[in-house]
């Protein structure tokens, strides 16, 4: 069982910077994909940036070249560094570790921390 707890969020002007951190419980959450997700108001959950177990990237086509997405295994914490904030980056923000492990597909999420960019 993995546990995942956010911190980070809160209510930052246009324009400014915040980095979210996602502490998890225990190692087995290094041989798990991970990767932050948003959700806004009215609005389905997406996918904001991911980071494989071996390191590889990808982000949501919105938050390319201001987001940063990375994972420190020694500390089992995942990051996202936020900048050039949006009023539209406004959500709900929630850490995912989902992957393969022996011979079962598992996906765990944290509660979620709010991110208010105000213009």
């Known amino acids: 069982q993995v546990q995942l707890v956010e911190s980070g969020g809160g209510l930052v002007q246009a324009g400014g910077s915040l980095r979210l951190s996602c502490a998890a419980s225990?190692?087995?959450?290094?041989?798990?994909?991970m990767g932050w997700y948003r959700q806004a108001p009215g609005k389905q959950r997406e996918l904001v940036a991911g980071?494989?177990?071996?390191?590889?990237?990808n982000y949501a086509d919105s938050v390319k070249g201001r987001f940063t997405i990375a994972r420190d295994n020694a500390k089992n914490t995942l990051y996202l560094q936020m900048n050039s904030l949006k009023p539209e980056d406004t959500a709900v923000y929630y850490c995912n570790a989902a992957g393969w492990y022996g011979g079962r597909w598992l996906s765990y999420w944290g509660q979620g921390t709010q991110v208010t960019v105000s213009s």
């Open positions: 225990g190692t087995m959450v290094n041989n798990l994909d």
């Open positions: 980071i494989r177990r071996g390191g590889y990237t």
